[in-house]
Each structure stands twice: as C-alpha cells, then as structure tokens.
C-alpha cells in the first residue's frame, strides 16, 4: 500500500496535549514516545504535533522502520499509559506531505 493510500485508510494517532509549567504546552504521542511536540498556545502545540508525526513518520519509512497501527483509547488505559491532558487525533500524514515538510 502506498502511503498516501495507507494515510487515506489508517486512522488518526492519540496525541496529548498537556500545560506545562511556565511553557506552554507540550504534546506527546502514546505510539511513538520519542515524537514530542510543544507550542505557546494550544492551537500552536497542535499545529506543531502535525508537523512533529509528519517528520517522525517520514523518518521511520525512511529507514525501512515499521508504522505502529494507531491506539484505541482503551488499549492506552490497559496499557496504563499517561492518558491526562486534552486528547487530541493527528491523522497519520501523507508521506509526500511529510516529506516536503521535513524540507522546509
């Protein structure tokens, strides 16, 4: 499947955005740990989150890497993920996207 196609029918990632002391806010991605995000506002956090996925995403296709399916919420909970903070749906990017925003 292409990625464009697999962007098309996957659906979107958990993300959670959660104030941070004197900050801003931060955003983190129970899929991919090591994808963060962080912003002034939240609307700027969430537009930073879509960029952060978009350059992880990018960056493990690259490397011939495996994309985690997306997480329902309740598998977070039996997980026992860290599962505070606005709960936020970053659709899974187009790879053609991600690559153009990790060039710019």
């Known amino acids: 499947m292409t990625g464009a196609a697999r962007a098309a029918t996957i659906r979107p990632f958990i993300a959670f955005i959660r104030k941070q002391p004197g900050a801003g806010f931060g955003v983190s991605f129970p899929d991919f740990p090591d994808c963060v995000a962080s912003g002034k506002t939240i609307g ?3 537009q930073n989150a ?3 996925l978009a350059l992880h995403y990018w960056r493990l296709c690259n490397a011939g890497m495996r994309i985690p399916e997306p ?3 309740h598998e ?3 997980r026992r993920e860290r599962t505070d903070g606005l709960v936020a ?3 899974a990017p187009d790879l053609v996207v991600a690559r153009e925003r990790a060039a710019g």
């Open 50 to 52: 879509e960029r952060a």
């Open 89 to 91: 749906l970053i659709a």
């Open 71 to 73: 997480s329902y919420m």
């Open 44 to 46: 700027e956090a969430h």
């Open 76 to 78: 977070l909970d039996a």
